[in-house]
């Protein structure tokens, strides 16, 4: 899963766009860079913040489409400057994956777009304390290792359980809901779509 492979599958897919009344808008970017054994993503852990009900979540940059944003993908390039410091408006526009729903009970009519960059940019980051906690960047080949799936749990609904990859160190390190469907379309896209143990995804959406 190298960078050439990833730019050629995305170029030719074309993403499934929401259709939705009067949407609200959001998007996130799918930041990847050439790594020692595949191409890499960048993966954020969100801030603990009270009342967020992304709260401590793993996901890629980025969040609403603000007034200042002509379209969601300078949303994305902006989000991602200002939560890790990565400038994505030189980068490698590599495609866009098929548009997510918010949650249905929360924000039903809430359209969220993926933008996929190659940056070559090897920019330390600089983490907007607020919004993230954590960033590094996790191999896309690591993603399909069944070791790292796991039945992931939380308190607000218990006996419920969603499709989880632990990408990190920490036991909270775990990719599941919204940005775990984005990285299974995208990897479906490749060619790599991750094991069908769940049915449809649709389903599972962040609480």
């Known amino acids: 899963m190298r960078i050439e492979v990833v730019r050629s599958r995305l170029a030719a897919h074309s993403p499934a766009r929401a259709e939705v009344a009067d949407p609200e808008r959001a998007a996130v970017a799918v930041v990847l860079r050439e790594g020692v054994e595949s191409a890499e993503v960048l993966l954020i852990e969100r801030a603990m913040r009270e009342g967020d009900p992304w709260s401590g979540h793993m996901a890629f940059p980025g969040g609403r489409m603000g007034p200042e944003d002509r379209s969601t993908i300078g949303a994305a390039r902006r989000e991602t400057l200002e939560e890790v410091g990565i400038e994505l408006e030189g980068a490698e526009i590599l495609g866009q994956l098929d548009d997510q729903m918010g949650n249905p009970r929360i924000s039903p009519k809430l359209v969220i777009a993926a933008h996929a960059f190659h940056t070559q940019e090897e920019a330390r980051f600089v983490l907007d304390e607020r919004e993230v906690q954590d960033a590094f960047w996790f191999p896309l080949s690591q993603l399909l290792d069944e070791a790292r799936h796991v039945d992931h749990r939380i308190e607000e609904l218990p006996g419920m359980s969603f499709p989880g990859i632990l990408v990190g160190e920490r036991p909270q390190h775990v990719v ?30 962040d609480p």
């Open 176 to 205: 599941w809901g919204l940005t775990y469907r984005f990285l299974d379309r995208m990897l479906g896209v490749l060619g790599h779509a991750l094991p069908d143990r769940w049915g449809d995804l649709s389903r599972f959406v």
